[in-house]
């Protein structure tokens, strides 16, 4: 018992490091300006492994989720289902469009792609609704994101935390 | 391992099917004839990035438009849901 408590504590803490992460890169990446070209390929390309690890850390979420697609849900879950969906099909295209325009990191890889000006302005216009999907996301999930790093970084606890 | 198969392979093809069909059914967007329009848009417009500043005034200017981009595109509708979640929380613990 006390082993499965010890393990489910380090997993959220794994999931609130991912989490931050994913914040952190997410703000980087959306400031190419500030980042400039090269660097904000390269920050993308590294986003897609804390995502992918986003994703599996919340797998049994989405599975158990995606088989009661036509089930009864409570209405945050529903909403939750539905929204990550298009995060996801919206991710999916912003990566794949992001990589065929790359100018810098493909290149320097010696992979040499000729740059279609339509995916530059499907990724710029699916990266805006991308970010604005994401400060949705973020605000779903803001009191566990609040709670536990009040937790676990401030070291502060919370009976909010006790519950998540 | 059917447990296996059933909880973790499986949606994985999955995700990576939906995946794979996103890609393909942008590759066939590509081919229409609006994106022939959005192309020649597109072909005449500069591209928004460019190198990092170098200079004090490019690197400020650059902070100032990635601040608003994000306080738009993130904050907004990030601050927007959370008023409307909070807004139902208490209108769900009244009726209780």
Known sequence: MEHAIKKSFSLT?????????ILLLFVIINAPQFTGLAWH????????????????????????????????LPGDTRFNQIWDTFLFVM?????????IISEKALPALNIHIKID????????TSANLLMLMFGVH???HWKWIVSNFRRYILRQPSAASETS | M?????????PALILLFVAALIVFAGQ?????????????????????????????????????????????????????TWNILRRIEQRTSGKR
Not at chain 1, 117 to 124: D, E, G, N, V
């Open chain 1, 91 to 99: 991710m999916t295209v912003v990566i794949f469009s992001g990589t």
């Open chain 1, 117 to 124: 000006p339509f995916w530059r302005s499907i990724h710029t």
């Open chain 1, 41 to 72: 390929e390269w920050i993308s390309f590294a986003f897609v492994l804390p995502f992918l690890a986003h994703l599996i850390l919340s797998w049994k979420w989405i599975v158990s989720v995606m088989t009661r697609l036509f089930k009864k």
């Open chain 2, 28 to 80: 066939l967007a590509a081919q229409t004839s609006w994106a022939a329009g959005v192309r020649a848009t597109a072909a005449t417009q500069p591209s928004e990035v460019g190198p990092a500043p170098t200079d004090l005034p490019t690197f400020l200017g650059a902070i100032a438009i990635s601040l608003v981009r994000l306080t738009l595109l993130i904050g907004f509708p990030a601050i927007i």
């Open chain 2, 2 to 10: 059917r447990h296996i198969f059933k909880g973790y392979i499986l």
């Open chain 1, 13 to 21: 803490q794994i999931k609130l490091l991912v989490a931050l992460g």
């Open chain 1, 138 to 140: 973020l605000a779903m």
